[in-house]
């Protein structure tokens, strides 16, 4: 439960608030299909975490 609420957390504060119960979802959906759910976590942080470092590298140029 713990990785979920970290999970959630990561996409709220990092990409947009309505990102939570997407990623969350997806969450569901990955280890619904065989994924292990600590790993599948741990893919769907870094993506959220890695737009935001993404999206500060963008507004930097130009």
Not at 8 to 37: C, E, F, I, K, N
């Amino acid at each position: 439960m713990d990785r979920v609420l970290d999970l959630a957390r990561d996409a709220a504060h990092s990409v947009a608030r309505p990102a939570a119960p997407l990623t969350t979802y997806l969450l569901g959906v990955a280890v619904g299909q065989g994924a292990d759910p600590d790993e599948a976590a741990a893919l769907l942080s870094r993506l959220a975490l890695d737009q935001v470092k993404g999206e500060e590298g963008e507004g930097g140029e130009g």
